[in-house]
């Protein structure tokens, strides 16, 4: 990121009028420049920020060879190949936490609870409900078929071993690995810091929330929707408002959008029947592609780089995406185009979103030589087959159509009309975050 037009020369090789989704992508993804900054925060911290460092398990989780049921440790590989019924003594107890201090012979066993630490010399232990017990209680009796030497006992190191890696930095962390840290004895981690996005809504039609809405008005949603796909990224969020459509607004609110984040989204102002300014302005301070995607909704779309300075190379430098105003198109390009980005930003390692398959309830029109997001709902029949209905409206104003679904339809770039049955690709709106 040093040179103010090394952007503009490295996109000029595609035809900017009809960008297919997955080189738009590409080219994205070449941009997320991963912060550097770290901070050490507690374990409960952690949670849903990205791991800086590689976690090496400093000890064997578990500790020692436990047993993995209540039951009777004994010598497994010391028992006569040849007797069908299997006859120990009962030498002594181990509870979890309160392990047996002895050493035992070849014809005793240890009663044992799930979880105690294997005694010494044992290696088998036989679960309490296929054994028989003396009258006395002194001694128990099984069929030698009810285990195998070896059996129902957890290896030391089976779940972590020491000086292996039990996390790579890049991580995400979730629930379970803040449990998997803590069964390390970790108490504190390295994360990123988190990734700081700012964005501001254009229009002079916008009106914000608690102001009277004049004929031709349309309240802002898209700093809503934006606001909480932001969030859900666990990402630092500073919003900027409803920018009017005049060059001296837009001016101010980019260059103190560049000054204070990593990244800036605006929505609105990049369609093709937009005041020119938009251009001209992104063009002055930044570095700034003007994308036509092969993509619906959403085919108009700005990305580059911004300055807070009064010319590209100028000030401090922010990722810029401009989405289309059209607030599922907004949504749509977020999530396909926006949020890896933000991801790898943010020093994420992102893995794939999960796709399923599922059959069409309904024949969709589709155009072939642009990638589709419809909106469906998608549920699993009696059989266990995942299907899917559209929802009605699939215009990218429409933002009720986001709300009712559950999951993308994807129609690829070169899928044409989808017959009824047909299966396609559907991606589940709780897999994206
Ligand atoms: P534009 O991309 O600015 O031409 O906007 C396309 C359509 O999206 C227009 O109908 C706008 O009124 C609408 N729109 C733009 N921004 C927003 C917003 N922040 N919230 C709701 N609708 C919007
Ligand atoms: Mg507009």
Sequence with gaps: MTTPNEFSSCVAQYDPHALPVPAAQAIVRQWATP???????PLRDALDRVLAEDIVSPIDVPAHDNSAMDGYAFKGSALDAAASTVELTIAGKALAGHPFPGHIGATECVRVMT???????????????????????????????????????????????????????????????????ASLGIGEVHVRRRLRVAFFSTGDELRSI??????????????YT???????LNVDTLDLGVVRDEPAAL????????????????????????????KQLLRTFGDVAFWSLAMRPGRPLAFGRVWSGERPGV????????????????????????????????????SPLPVIHAASRQPIRKRAGRTEFQR?????????????????????????????????????????????????????FDGLI
């Design 315 to 350: 000030g401090l430098p922010a990722l810029f995406f401009g989405l289309p105003g059209n607030p599922v198109a907004v949504m749509v390009t977020f999530y396909q185009i926006v949020r890896e980005t933000l991801l790898l930003m943010a020093g994420a390692t992102p």
């Design 226 to 232: 934006l606001f909480a796909m932001l969030r859900r």
């Design 35 to 41: 912060v550097d900054a770290v901070e050490r925060v």
């Design 115 to 181: 979880g105690a630490c294997m005694p010494a010399d044992c290696d088998t232990v036989v679960p309490q409900e296929l054994v028989e017990r003396s009258a006395d209680a002194s001694s128990i009796r099984f069929s030698a078929a009810a285990v195998k030497a070896g059996g129902n006992r957890r290896l030391a190191g089976e779940d972590l071993a020491r000086g292996h890696v039990a996390l790579r930095a890049g991580r995400i962390m979730r629930a379970s690995d803040l449990g998997l840290l």
């Design 376 to 428: 469906g709902v998608a549920a699993r029949d009696a059989q266990g087959e995942w299907h899917v209905t559209p929802t009605g409206s699939q215009s990218s104003g429409v933002l009720s159509s986001m709300s009712e679904a559950n999951c993308f339809l994807i129609l690829g770039h070169d899928q044409a009309d989808i017959a009824e049955g047909e299966r396609v690709e559907i991606m589940l």
């Design 210 to 223: 608690g102001q009277p809405l004049e004929s031709g008005c349309v309240y802002d949603s898209n700093r």
């Design 251 to 278: 001016e101010a609110a980019l260059r103190s959008a560049a000054a204070s984040a990593d990244v800036v989204l605006t929505s609105g102002g990049v369609s093709v029947g937009e005041a020119d300014f938009t």
